[in-house]
């Protein structure tokens, strides 16, 4: 059995994600804990999953753990989610199920990753913005031949020395065409005009 310890500030919290724990045979509840008690109730009992109602700017636990949260989406794509110790294997909404939250805990002490489906909107919405921007891009003023040539040399991974010695231009030249070919293409780095520039078949690789 999952041996699973329950935290929440609330004990109205606690009770509720208590009785899920219970009423599934695959998990056994080790005990309750307020976030006061946590680090101790962990040392005690050593659970394999820790389920908890948290805020995520709270310490890190040395313990899988299936966090509900208000906004799962945001708590996933944050910079917090950075620190490998975080030790956070799943984050939910606090509006999940008890199935969704069952199968989490048993995912988690599997070694897994646990997502509720609506988080996979987010590569929708990257997407989106993608098409957007290749929209975009090709709604925006055309590339000029040299600046088109500037970016097949770029294409080519050919420095900007090199380019400018191969079209006869000077390198100050080159940098200024490539600042207008980010402008046009709205991107950032030699990488991405490569990328759009691929998609708008401007370039050929």
Known sequence: ??????????????????????????LALVAEA?????????????????????????????????????DPRAAWTGDRLDRADRGAHAI???????????AAIVAVAAGLVAVQPRAFALEDDVRARSAAGSVAAQQSEPLTPRERGVLAEVARGVPNKTIAGRLGISEHTVKF???????????SSRTEAVAQGVRLGLVML
Do not use: N, Q, Y
Request: aromatic share 2%; glycine share 6%; no cysteine.
């Open 34 to 70: 307020s976030p006061a008690e946590l680090a101790t109730r962990i040392a005690t009992f050593a659970p394999d999953v820790l389920l908890e109602d948290v805020e995520l700017d709270r310490a890190p636990v040395a313990v899988p753990s299936v966090a509900l949260v208000d």
């Open 1 to 26: 059995m999952i041996r699973t310890l329950v935290s929440a500030a609330s004990e109205l919290a606690r009770a509720g994600l208590a009785e899920i724990v219970r009423g599934d045979t695959r």
């Open 92 to 102: 939910l909404g606090r509006d999940a199920s008890a199935g969704e939250i069952v």
């Open 177 to 187: 065409h490539l600042a207008s070919i980010f402008a046009k293409l709205g991107v």
